[in-house]
């Protein structure tokens, strides 16, 4: 049990935030921990399960002595947050963010935080296709990467604090820079993200079809899909609206090999499908060396 912070404000009481208390409370990492979220509900079902110590009815009352303030909010209103919660944050505070894409965050919180007060955005690679304030678990960050992007001035002491933060909630840090990390992501997360969006789409459309075949047969592959496409829509709309870029620069790729393989697929070319097939089996090995996932059958899932 290390204390790295005194006091913690968590902006936002989601998935992320509520990860993050109990990982807090379970690491004995700082003194307490407020929380704010917009509605009222929320709050109220906060306090009902105990995540955080004080659960304010203000972003005033959440920020003005925090130590470390995190936006875990959907990207697309971290700047709106970021502008009201200014006046109130303690001079030497650090003010951070869980957000999945990097560059837009910067650019929308950036310039609403005053002198004096430090900024390192960060994202957890950890998540699941539950939201809300009753979805948190302390193990969530365990053994996934938590990525800090600090901006231009930041400073080493402070960075290396929040490192401190999270690596005690059991993440493994790395440190990169904005662009970098939406491309990164943007490969291994928001295209594949868009990607199940779709494909549950079409298997909608087909289900009219062949009357609900498609949900009785679904373990087929289909399942996979199913689970990240129920992921929450405010943030996944909010990420592609963020990180266009870099995702309609992965997708644009993608088209291209989607086309090559229909191609093989039409004129009967099995050697180049084979060939396609064995170098992503490979790339599927390489995640479970590293520990990022499970090679168990059924990819570890319980029996029902
Ligand atoms: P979540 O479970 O949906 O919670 C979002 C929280 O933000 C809620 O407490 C909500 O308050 C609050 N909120 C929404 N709109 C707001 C607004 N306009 N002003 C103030 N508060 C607002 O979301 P989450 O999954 O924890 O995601 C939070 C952040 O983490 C996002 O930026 C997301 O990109 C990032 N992230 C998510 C994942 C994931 O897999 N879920 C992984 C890594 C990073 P109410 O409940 O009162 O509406």
Redesign the pocket.
């Known amino acids: 049990m290390t204390q790295v912070y005194d006091k913690v404000a968590l902006i936002?009481?989601?998935?992320?935030?509520s990860s993050m208390f109990w990982a807090m409370k379970r690491g004995g990492l700082a003194s307490e921990v407020r929380g704010f979220?917009?509605?009222s509900e929320?709050r109220e079902t906060a306090r009902k399960i105990g995540l955080c110590d004080v659960v304010c009815d203000s972003l005033k009352e959440a920020v003005k002595d925090a130590d470390l303030v995190v936006l875990?909010?959907?990207?697309g209103?971290m700047g709106?947050?970021a502008k009201e919660i200014a006046p109130f944050l303690k001079a030497g505070a650090t003010v951070s963010d869980?957000?999945?894409v990097k560059n837009a965050v910067i650019d929308a919180v950036g310039p609403h935080l005053p002198e004096g007060v430090e900024f390192i955005p960060a994202?957890?690679l950890?998540?699941?296709e539950h939201?809300?304030?009753e979805?948190g678990f302390a193990e969530l960050f365990d053994n996934r990467f938590t990525v800090l992007v600090p901006v231009e001035g930041s400073e080493k002491k402070a960075i290396s604090k929040l490192r401190e933060l999270w690596e005690g909630m059991g993440a493994n840090v790395e440190e990169m820079d904005a662009d970098h990390h939406d491309l990164v992501l943007a490969v291994t997360s928001h295209a594949p993200h868009l990607i199940a969006y779709t494909m549950v789409g079409v298997a909608d459309d087909l289900s009219r079809v062949t009357d609900s075949e498609v949900i009785k047969y679904s373990a087929a592959g289909f399942r996979d899909f199913t689970r990240i496409a129920a992921?929450?829509p405010?943030?996944w709309r909010d990420?592609f609206l963020n990180n266009k870029e870099a995702t309609l620069e992965i997708l644009g790729r993608f088209t291209e090999e989607l086309f090559a393989l229909q191609r093989a697929i039409r004129t009967g070319d099995g050697e180049h499908l084979f060939d396609y097939f064995t170098h992503t089996r490979a790339i599927r090995r390489g995640i479970i060396e590293a520990g990022q996932d499970t090679d168990a059958p059924n990819f570890g899932r319980e029996k029902k």
Do not use: E, N
């Open positions: 936002g009481l989601g998935l992320i935030a979220a917009r509605s929320t875990c909010v959907p990207v209103v709106d947050v869980v957000g999945s994202h957890p950890a998540g699941t939201s809300g304030p979805a992921s929450d405010t943030m990420v």
